[in-house]
């Protein structure tokens, strides 16, 4: 199947991203921060979402990492502690209609940041690499930005590329002629520039920036065509507020607002009256919990005495029962409780990641196959026979065999190191066999199929595959499964995704003589959430009890469903350590007919590593997967 043309290939780093976030959360020490990629670098505290740059992509490794890192060094160590929001948003307001708004902006940016660079570089020594790096990226970009501005006349682009060299100059540099109105104003940019070093607040460098852009307003004819940086004016964000104490008071006026000459005298007449309630010791309930409410009447200063503080004790039977979550300031109020509930209890986060906080498994059984997908598996197997032997051999060779327990107490046998029941015991039990080795292997497989659409054309050869696998574990009496998954996109919506898992061969029937045919029932469906299904069958398979656990993923290494197209590769690579954790070990096998595309191996290898197979010819799988289950046994022991 010709695939289409691919006009955004770019591919997530699964690995350095969760490098990134992981370094975030601990710079910010806020759990719930995230990152994101983004033309430009910039802090979004209401969403409590770090920016960094494509700026460093398609560089050296060295140079990428020291990119990102300083982008969130900037931000997590500077932007999020140091920089005064209400100042930026005022100096936004200001300039919003000025002439070179796009210039004053991107000017504060670069000042703020070199600002911050020092507290960071003070702060933690350690990111002086990371930095010296940025700044000569940064230099060599910008210069060749001055010589192809000044051949375009884009004066104002120009002036702001000799700002940034200007103020990261290593030695003196001397100011290229534009035209007649800077030249004439070089001097003074160059002066204030230098007050840049001195400022030590977000509003010393609005001031210092204020002053430039007055002077560029008057001087340049046009505002900057290109943007190198980005200020956010965080006027769009709408902050939560909650009811004050003051919003909660009483408002309404009181039918009299008076109040009586009477002083207190002492003499007054007091009437001491009984409130029944109830305590452990009564054996009547009685009238408990009685309420009197003061509406109306005339302010006296008797009461003043009668003040006592509340205590924890009060109305303890008082319960109130509901249920609560966490939000992204979306209000539920509108919602009945039950629906609420509903809510609630539908999100996954906690179990099956964030990216899949709405997805439902749906399971589904394998229907009893027909006449033909016999005869049709008869053939196919028939075509694997000389792969499965040497399958079969292979797994014999390298996957470990179960271990009968030591029996002892015996009256015949291997002479116990225990003998003083020799002396004690009328019938003494002093002889024990040690532990033998079993026929049966002590491993369990797990084969979970992507069934999207993109395994168009490589479904025929990935059941071949599934053949042989299902039959060389057969032969050897190993349980497993066989499940293919994929995501309804019909039925998708915003809180709901349904996700289908298709249970071809479940382990009670996958060691029996007529098993197999089943398999013929995968077929490519729709979407796959890849992520999902890892931790769906994670689970399945941690409650077996065999010593070694294999998941094989036949899949093609891109997820794709619905809300789930940006994350979908850091969410399945997540999901793929969380599962290799436990113990399991995680494989890919890409079964290809035909030749494999480099951006499909590069997205594959992005998810699972070095332990990810690529195979064009199903005949040349055995010899492929042998060595790798012998590197992850010996990795076991």
């Not at 960094?52 to 560089?59: C, G, I, L, Y």
């Not at 039950?338 to 059984?365: T, Y």
Request: charged content about 30%.
């Amino acid at each position: 199947m010709k695939r289409f043309i691919q006009f955004n290939d770019e591919t997530i780093d699964s690995f350095l991203f969760m490098q990134l976030t992981d370094l975030a959360k601990t710079l910010t020490r806020e759990p719930e921060v995230e990152i994101e990629y983004s033309p430009y670098s910039y802090v979004n505290k209401q969403e409590k979402k770090l920016y960094v740059s494509h700026f460093w992509n398609h560089r050296p490794e060295a140079d990428k990492w020291h990119g990102y890192k300083s982008d969130l060094f900037l931000r997590a160590l500077g932007s999020w502690q140091h920089t005064d929001e209400q100042v930026i948003r005022a100096f936004v307001q200001q300039t919003k209609h000025s002439p070179v708004a796009s210039f004053a902006n991107q000017l504060v940016v670069l000042a703020e940041d070199m600002r911050l660079e020092e507290i960071c570089k003070k702060e933690r020594p350690g990111t002086k690499q990371a930095f010296a790096a940025r700044r000569k990226m940064y230099r060599q970009h910008f210069y060749a930005q001055l010589n192809a501005n000044l051949v375009k006349s884009l004066f104002t682009d120009a002036l702001f590329n000799l700002h940034y060299l200007l103020l990261h100059a290593e030695s003196p540099m001397q100011p290229p002629s534009m035209n007649n109105r800077i030249d004439a104003a070089m001097p003074f940019i160059q002066r204030s520039i230098m007050d840049f070093y001195d400022a030590r607040s977000t509003d010393g460098v609005v001031k210092i920036s204020q002053g430039i852009v007055e002077v560029m307003e008057e001087v340049l004819d046009r505002d900057m065509l290109n943007q190198y940086f980005h200020l956010p004016d965080f006027s769009s964000a709408q902050e939560v507020k909650g009811d004050t104490y003051e919003e909660l008071k009483r408002k309404d006026p009181l039918v009299n607002d008076d109040k009586l000459e009477e002083e207190k005298s002492g003499k007054e007449e007091v009437i001491d009256e009984e409130f029944r309630t109830w305590h452990r010791e009564t054996s009547k309930l009685g009238d408990s919990f009685l309420q009197f409410d003061l509406d109306q009447g005339s302010k006296t200063d008797l009461s003043g005495e009668g003040v006592r503080e509340g205590e924890d004790g009060d109305q303890a039977l008082a319960m109130v029962q509901g249920s609560a979550r966490k939000t992204s300031r979306k209000d539920f109020s509108h919602l009945s409780a039950d629906q609420m509930q509903k809510e609630a209890k539908s999100s996954g986060q906690a179990v099956f990641g964030k990216e899949n906080r709405f997805a439902v498994p749906v399971f589904k059984k394998a229907n009893p196959p027909h006449l033909e997908e016999i005869r049709k598996y008869k053939a196919e197997k028939s075509q694997i026979a000389s792969l499965q032997k040497k399958l079969k051999n292979m797994i014999e060779k390298t996957l470990e065999h179960k271990k009968i327990q030591p029996r002892s107490d015996l009256h015949r046998g291997r002479l116990n190191k225990k003998l003083l029941r020799f002396f004690t015991e009328d019938q003494p039990r002093l002889f024990y066999k040690k532990q033998e080795p079993s026929t049966e292997i002590d491993a369990t497989f797990t084969l979970l199929v992507d069934c999207s659409a993109s395994m168009e054309d490589k479904m025929e050869q990935t059941k071949q595959g599934i053949v042989l696998f299902h039959e060389a574990l057969k032969s050897v009496r190993v349980p497993h499964e066989v499940i293919g998954f994929w995501e309804d996109t019909n039925e998708a919506t915003d809180n709901l995704q349904p996700n289908y898992f298709h249970t071809v061969i479940d382990y009670r029937s996958s060691l029996q003589t007529g098993s197999g045919p089943e398999i013929l029932q995968l077929k490519p469906e729709e979407d796959n959430r890849d992520g999902f299904a890892i931790r769906i069958v994670k689970e399945r398979m941690i409650q077996r009890s065999e010593k070694q656990k294999f998941l094989l993923i036949f899949s093609d290494g891109e997820p794709a469903a619905y809300s789930y197209d940006r994350n979908g590769i850091i969410d399945t690579h997540e999901a793929v350590l969380e599962a290799r954790k436990l113990g399991i070990e995680v494989i890919n096998l890409f079964l290809a007919d035909g030749e494999i595309a480099e951006s499909e191996k590069a997205t594959v290898q992005n998810i699972y590593g070095k332990y990810s197979i690529f195979v064009t010819d199903v005949n040349d799988l055995p010899q492929v997967i042998f060595p790798l289950l012998k590197k992850l046994l010996y990795k076991s022991f």
